[in-house]
């Protein structure tokens, strides 16, 4: 991997991509509509050559490769060992002989292949240097190739994490979301547009995306998920071990009004960004 891997890539590379690849299959249905909604922005078609940034456990990157068949083909890039050993395992499970995972800081390797499509789900929020970044990832695209990525919008906009949140406050508290690399470091159209426009890329649009997620096939799944997912650890980790229980309760009692007979199911608010490399 790029000796440039800073902290940030490093905890991908161990923990939080540990985490994640662990419950992989059940994450990747939870956002399933988010890939979805990427795949259907990014129209792919048969010969194209797509690139997959922060691929992770290589659920796009496979349902890209489909898209291209049959000549075209995906490259999946990604700082986490852990994660692409469940992207490798699945691209021997499948079949497909048009995808290569590629284990490297995306920020400063460029995947050769001058790529007619880059795609993300979500997994160019980490990046700790955006400018350099983004300057690396047009280098490796053609002239007139499309940059299509889904990212999150602020915490305010996504019910999914506003109605769990609001009960767990009753016992932790909020770590600062402060600036940097994180979740929403994207979600903002005004900084992304900037950062992109300085790597070179033109046309940015923002379409402002709402997507029901389903979080789990009945309350205690969906509990379980939240409690996994990077801000419900965040505040959990605030609460008192003593009122973790009644916490987790809490958070029950509030997806209640959101559960039905084909699981839970709130509301996320992403923004699906394409931009066109000159
Ligand atoms: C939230 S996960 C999303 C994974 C995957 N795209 C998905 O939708 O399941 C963020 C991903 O970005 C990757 N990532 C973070 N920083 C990166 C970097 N500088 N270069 C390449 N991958 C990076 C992480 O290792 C992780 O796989």
Redesign the pocket.
């Known amino acids: 991997m790029s000796s440039t891997?800073d902290s940030?890539?490093r905890s991908?590379?161990d923990e939080?991509?540990r985490r994640?690849a662990a419950d992989?299959d059940r994450?990747?249905r939870v956002?399933a509509p988010?890939?979805e909604a990427l795949l259907s922005a990014a129209r792919l078609g048969p010969g194209q050559r797509v690139l997959?940034?922060?691929?992770?456990?290589?659920?796009?990157t496979l349902q890209a490769a489909e898209q291209v068949l049959p000549d075209g083909m995906v490259a999946g890039?990604?700082?986490?060992a852990p994660?692409l050993e469940v992207a490798r395992a699945r691209l021997a499970a499948s079949g497909l002989s048009n995808v290569r995972f590629v284990h490297?800081?995306?920020?400063?390797?460029t995947v050769p292949g001058l790529f007619d499509v880059a795609i993300?789900?979500?997994?160019?929020?980490?990046?700790?240097d955006p400018a350099a970044?983004f300057s690396t990832l047009a280098a490796g695209m053609r002239p007139g190739a499309r940059l299509v990525l889904?990212t999150w919008q602020p915490l305010a906009a996504n019910q999914w994490l506003i109605v769990p949140g609001a009960a767990l406050l009753r016992y932790g508290t909020m770590p600062a979301l402060g600036e940097g690399?994180g979740?929403f470091a994207q979600a903002d159209p005004a900084v992304v547009e900037q950062v992109l426009a300085g790597a070179g890329f033109v046309q940015a649009r923002f379409a402002d995306v709402r997507l029901p997620l389903t979080l789990g096939a009945d309350l205690e799944e969906a509990v379980d998920y939240l409690a996994q997912s990077g801000p419900g650890r965040a505040v959990l980790a605030t609460v008192p071990a003593h009122e973790r229980d009644a916490a987790l309760s809490e958070v029950r009692t509030a997806l209640t009004d959101h559960a039905d007979q084909a699981g839970v199911h709130l509301d996320a608010a992403i923004w699906l960004i394409t931009a066109t490399r000159p």
Request: proline share 2%; glycine share 10%.
């Open positions: 891997a940030a890539q991908w590379d939080d991509g994640w992989a994450r990747d956002l988010v890939a997959d940034i922060g691929c992770g456990c290589g659920a796009t890039i990604d700082v986490s994660m490297a800081d995306a920020q400063s390797h993300s789900r979500f997994g160019t929020m980490f990046f700790t970044a889904a690399p979740m």
